[in-house]
T-cell receptor, first 112, second 110 residues
Framework: DAGITQSPRHKVTETGTPVTLRCHQTENHRYMYWYRQDPGHGLRLIHYSYGVKDTDKGEVSDGYSVSRSKTEDFLLTLESATSSQTSVYFC???????????FGSGTRLTVV | EDQVTQSPEALRLQEGESSSLNCSYTVSGLRGLFWYRQDPGKGPEFLFTLYSAGEEKEKERLKATLTKKESFLHITAPKPEDSATYLCAGLQGGSEKLVFGKGTKLTVNP
C-alpha cells in the first residue's frame, strides 16, 4: 500500500529464535500499530505507538516487544518465537488515531 | 469487555441480489465505527467511518448505517468483484485502539 511498507512479506523461522518485523511509513503519521490476524480470531492488537519512543500494549502483547526510534519505523520483535506466534502480522498507521487507519500488506510468519 | 460481533460469518449471493451485513457492538464510549474490506492475501482497505447514531455513508453499491447498538453494511445489486471479507471495528473511547469483529466473508456468484 502506498505510504506503508512491511518487511519481510514472508518468513519461516525455527522455534526459539528471535524475529524482527519492520513497518516503514512515508506519511509522517503519529500513530502506528501492530496487529495479528488468525482464523477464528480476527485482527487483534499487539502493541501500538503514539509517537517516537512512546508505545503501549494491546490485548495480545505477551511474547512481543516493539520499538520506535524514528517516526517512520515501527519494529515488532518476537524475543523467542513459538508455534503459537505463527500468524499474519499487519502494521497500520493513523494521523490522529481517530480517522481511518491505513494497513500494510502484511507479513506471513511461520514458526516451525 | 469491549466487543464487536459480525453476522453472518459467511454469505453467498447471486449477482444483483441485495443484502445486508450486521455489526453489533458493545464498545465503551464509542468514538467511531469503521468498515473495511479485505481481499485474500492483502491488508484491510478502509471503506467508511461512522461517528453518531443515524449517520449514513455511501460508496458505489455500499451503504453503511449506524444505530446505538449496531451497524449495517447494505450491498445493493452486488457484482462478483464485491466478493471479499468485510470487517467492522469500533474505536474505544479514551483510547486510540480499534476493536475488530471477525468479519463476514461475502461471495457473489455471477
Amino acid at each position: 500500500d502506498a505510504g506503508i511498507t512491511q518487511s519481510p512479506r514472508h518468513k519461516v523461522t525455527e522455534t526459539g529464535t528471535p524475529v524482527t518485523l519492520r513497518c516503514h511509513q512515508t506519511e509522517n503519521h503519529r500513530y502506528m500499530y501492530w496487529y495479528r490476524q488468525d482464523p477464528g480470531h480476527g485482527l487483534r492488537l499487539i502493541h501500538y505507538s503514539y509517537g517516537v519512543k512512546d508505545t503501549d500494549k494491546g490485548e495480545v502483547s505477551d511474547g512481543y516487544s516493539v520499538s520506535r526510534s524514528k517516526t517512520e519505523d515501527f519494529l515488532l520483535t518476537l524475543e523467542s518465537a513459538t508455534s503459537s506466534q505463527t500468524s499474519v502480522y499487519f502494521c497500520a498507521i493513523s494521523a490522529d488515531g481517530i480517522y481511518g487507519y491505513t494497513f500494510g500488506s502484511g507479513t506471513r510468519l511461520t514458526v516451525v | 469487555e469491549d466487543q464487536v460481533t459480525q453476522s453472518p460469518e459467511a454469505l453467498r449471493l447471486q449477482e444483483g441480489e441485495s443484502s445486508s451485513l450486521n455489526c453489533s457492538y458493545t464498545v465503551s464510549g464509542l468514538r467511531g465505527l469503521f468498515w473495511y474490506r479485505q481481499d485474500p492475501g492483502k491488508g484491510p482497505e478502509f471503506l467508511f467511518t461512522l461517528y453518531s447514531a443515524g449517520e449514513e455513508k455511501e460508496k458505489e453499491r455500499l451503504k453503511a448505517t449506524l444505530t446505538k447498538k449496531e451497524s449495517f453494511l447494505h450491498i445493493t445489486a452486488p457484482k462478483p468483484e464485491d466478493s471479499a471479507t468485510y470487517l467492522c471495528a469500533g474505536l474505544q473511547g479514551g483510547s486510540e485502539k480499534l476493536v475488530f469483529g471477525k468479519g463476514t466473508k461475502l461471495t457473489v456468484n455471477p
